[in-house]
């Protein structure tokens, strides 16, 4: 049966604390499709993709482990699905190498998170920035991907590596599966809580913006009573109700309520009561994760166990693809 299941690569960079949005649009999903028989997982930490922009050593390591055991405490299983460290498996920046060598300038030169981020960080313009699509479509296509989730912000990295694929298959013979984008069913999409038309980020130079799965709980109360609503006091969608809605597709994210429900639910009652629920809704479903991380953070041992395991796991299946590319590349066998 193994054979027929469909195989997902996911992964996330530790370039910082998780968001609550990170959790429901990425970790959560990731979560239920590991618990299906219908696919075979591999979750990885991009940490060599986190180096495009300047790391302090000390805290990436720190970030490094915080999303480890977030990994876990949100309810992956490392038995079932690997996790590894991206660094930890020395194919995947072989087989950049290769993806690189057969990406075309323009292509990447055309991709917009590249724009974006030069722009942020022009005083460190690197080579990697620029080459970040080749590595990830190394990433993919090592692990014969069927499926990979995507946001709108990586779509056009999953086109690059769809080119890619199909450009080294025509050149060298069928060597990697196409892979296709998998889009969870429409959940949340949880915005800043200053700026609701904006994506809630880590990033955001207003920390009352965003919430982080590690903040204290008394830090998340605070920060939801104080997220921006508007001049009225219904709880209800229109125009003009941008901050009422996100927190209502919060609320919905972490109830399983529509948006409907939550209308009726909190009719004729204020914003004080809206936000007093959507509060104590969020802190119910982030501290059992809380409990559980810091049980791991006590266990470094096991820690180490799973990224070892995951890292031997991912390797083995990665290693199958390189060969078979280097092989029809012309690289003579060691």
Known sequence: MEDTKKRILSGIQPSGALTLGNYVGALRNWVNLSKTDEYECYFMLADMHTITVRQEPKDFRKNSMDLLALFIASGLDP???PIFFQSHVPAHSMLAWVMICNTYMGELSRMTQYKDKAKKHANNLNAGLFTYPSLMAADILLYQADLVPVGNDQSQHLEITRDLANRFNNAYSETFKIPEPYIPEVGARIMSLQEPTQKMSKSDTNENGYILLLDPVDKIVKKIKRAVTDSGSEVKRGEGKE???????????VTGKTMDEIEAEFDGKGYGDFKNAVAEAVVDTIR???DKYNDLMKN????KQVYKSGADKAN????????????????IEP
């Open 300 to 303: 470094k041992d096991y820690l």
């Open 288 to 290: 059992p994760i809380q």
């Open 243 to 253: 901050g009422v809605e996100n927190l209502m597709s919060i609320y919905s994210a």
């Open 79 to 81: 038995e079932k699905s």
């Open 316 to 331: 083995r299946t990665a290693m199958k693809t390189l060969s078979k590319v280097y092989r029809k590349v012309g690289f």
